[in-house]
């Protein structure tokens, strides 16, 4: 079985004016509506993913429908010993599996950790973020990824440090997917219309030498919590007593796939395990 770790992406106007792509004058609404073809012709487009600190390469195993499958190496190098017993370097392009898609009512990406790679999958995320931003540009697009997490998390850290916690910061990106956005007990959808909003932030924060009393019985922190677990933000928590603040982020969600979804990808293989993914 091979280990997944989740990612949810969401495509957002860059302005609230109307645009021209291509000689076309598309509001904002139409490039909305358009957003997962878009975003489609600008990542089958991507001849090459960037990355500063070493050279990589991508390979795309798969395009079908809203799927995706890319292998994307880093050029690294290795010690061994020859015939002559004598130490060489060698060139070595160790791997991580990329799983996209782009379906809009899920708009998920995986990646399989490989740590001889890439220390973490997040950096591999940033490397595909910054890479596809500039290609999504054109389209007058922007893209945010953020990671997936389980909910009972949140809960469990307000648990674990309950009259300890001192603030909450949610920082939510504007919502455009209905089915995640509806768990919201703020309209962001409209705040980013009516003010080109890409972020909001919620910050909860006691007073001098008080705590926060936090509840699973508020529906406006419920509703924070879970659209920021399925991909739609981040969670820091300070704590009294702990120098660093705790992330939900650092949480992400995983799921096991059979590694042949993996070595030979096909759509219907991949539909198969959808329910997984989103589960």
Not at 48 to 53: I, K, L, T
Not at 196 to 204: D, G, M, Y
Not at 257 to 266: Q, W, Y
Request: proline share 3%; glycine share 4%; with cysteine.
């Amino acid at each position: 079985m091979a280990l997944i770790e989740l990612y949810r992406y969401q495509l957002l106007p860059l302005t609230q004016r109307q645009l021209s792509i291509f000689d076309e004058p598309l509001t904002a609404d139409q490039i909305r509506k358009r957003k997962n073809e878009f975003f489609d012709l600008a990542i089958a487009s991507l001849r090459e993913f960037s990355y500063n600190r070493a050279k990589i390469h991508h390979k795309l195993l798969l395009h079908s429908g809203p799927w995706f499958v890319f292998k994307i190496s880093a050029h690294k190098s290795m010690l061994r010993t020859n015939s002559d017993f004598e130490d060489e370097r060698i060139d070595d392009w160790p791997y991580v599996t990329v799983i996209i898609n782009n379906d809009p009512a899920h708009q998920f990406i995986g990646v399989a950790p490989n740590v001889k790679a890439f220390t973490s999958t997040a950096t591999v995320v940033k490397i595909i973020e910054r890479s596809i931003a500039r290609a999504l540009h054109v389209y007058g697009l922007f893209i945010e990824i953020r990671e997936q997490f389980d909910k009972k998390q949140f809960w469990e850290l307000m648990h674990e440090f309950h009259g300890r916690i001192l603030r909450i910061k949610f920082e939510m990106v504007s919502p455009i997917m209905a089915n995640i956005s509806k768990v919201l007990k703020i309209d962001l959808k409209q705040l980013n219309r009516d003010t080109n909003s890409h972020k909001t932030s919620l910050e909860l924060a006691a007073g001098h030498d008080a705590t926060l009393d936090v509840s699973t019985q508020n529906p406006l922190i419920e509703g924070c919590v879970e659209y920021s677990a399925m991909g739609g933000g981040d969670v820091a928590i300070k704590v009294r007593g702990l120098r660093k603040t705790v992330r939900t982020s650092k949480d992400i969600k995983t799921i096991e796939i059979d590694e042949i979804a993996l070595e030979g990808p096909n759509e219907m293989l991949l539909d198969q395990w959808l329910s997984v993914f989103e589960s």
